[in-house]
């Protein structure tokens, strides 16, 4: 086997590897063992241009019985187990120590040799193993280090795609983190397979779909995606939106103005970068490692899938009366698909649901408490969500119809509820001046559906200040009920 390696001294190319706790175990264990065993993929990778990651994934080759010596392991130093794949050999282990998580993969050589197990790998830069009691020697058959060092993406051959199509994505998620670009070879074999992703259970392609939604290039790969026809495979719902026209305040159909929606989006987001409080809030962790700065991004993708449906045309005028809600309805379709959790599902929805209301109330001549009151309690947690959704959506519409005044108003209104959003994070939460007992009690009403209705009304006088004391909120329920 061909060595390459980075420098003339690669010892200190894998120091960061040899103080990973997990090894010293990993060694006392095969060392009894006696079976053939070896770090390979991306762990080696990111020790090479020293990326540094939240968690530890460590992807060991094993000659053989890779599952039973993974659970056989996983006993030993009292960790999770669970089978990856029984067919092909392959197994989890996962341990946390302190405030770390090890996640180990142990997988049978895919071949009769280490050498053919790499080939089977799905790019060079990914192709290089190192002995787990000899972290010295880079084992690297297929110019994985030349790659690295020209930052280029290479699959491994033509049967690449056709083994795992999820590769094809995982080609660009690679891309986009890393800085690398993808090689011609790569790039035709993508396009030529990518109908294959059809078959990919969607928890896969969601996992690498996100690592693209948490850059900031996101904009320049999701027209990469839509350009090759990956982006219909991965969702052909969003296919309905080409072509379909659009009123005089926009000047692109439904599609473009989605793409320029996502791209105001990513701008918006850089802009921020210096802003703690909305960089805190666009990186607060909503599901596993999956952030709401992604979530938003899918959002801006979705916001407007609901228009194809709700389009009609009246006297002369295309409209989509209704778009938000047929597009909440299909996004909740989407995500049950990608299998998001609860959070991200009922997140998603409150963004596409809610994205035309900041503009109704940059419409309204004055911005009154209540209303503020009213957003909030409707958004909640996800107001800043939506009022970025909506900036970058009201930067993307600049039809004949569109006003300076407009634009400047959105932009105003926006920006005081930002404010107010973080504002209020600070201030204690007014205690509830009446209750559904009090309403009963106190003034002797029937239970009914109209109690929410009464005791959000008193809410809302409460936030605007208009009332203070229960005395003052039993007095406007009597006259509410007059």
Known sequence: ???GLVSDTPMQEFNSLKKIPVLEPLKIFFKKKKVKVYIVGGIIRDALIKRKKESIDLDLAVENKAISLAREFANTIKAGFVILDKEH???????????MTYTIDFTDF????LEEDLKHRDFTINALALDLFNLDSLIDPYKGVEDINRKTIRALAKFTFKEDPLRILRAFSLSSVLGFKIDK???????LNKKKLEKVSFERIRDELFKILHQDNFYKFLLILDEMGILSVIFPEADIMRGVAQGPYHHLDVWMHTLETCRQLDLIIKDAKNNKQINAYLNEVISSDRKRLALIKLGALLHDIGKPASMKRREGK???????RIGRDIAREISIKLKLSNDERVALEKMIFWHLRPGYLADVEELTPRAVFRFFR??????VSVLLLSLADQRATR????SRSGRASHEKVVAELIKDYFKSLKQKKLPRLLTGNDLIKKLKLIPSPIFSKILREIEELQAAGEIKTKA???EVVRNMIK
Do not use: N, S, Y
Not at 399 to 402: C, D, E, F
């Open 1 to 3: 086997m061909r060595l």
């Open 89 to 99: 050999g392959a197994a989890r282990v996962v341990k946390k120590i302190k405030d």
């Open 110 to 113: 895919r071949g009769k040799t």
């Open 185 to 191: 070879f790569t790039e035709e074999q993508a396009g």
């Open 318 to 324: 295309i409209i989509f009366h209704g778009h938000e």
């Open 378 to 383: 409707d958004t909640q947690k996800e107001g």
């Open 399 to 402: 039809g004949p119809l569109t």
């Open 472 to 474: 003052q909120a039993l």
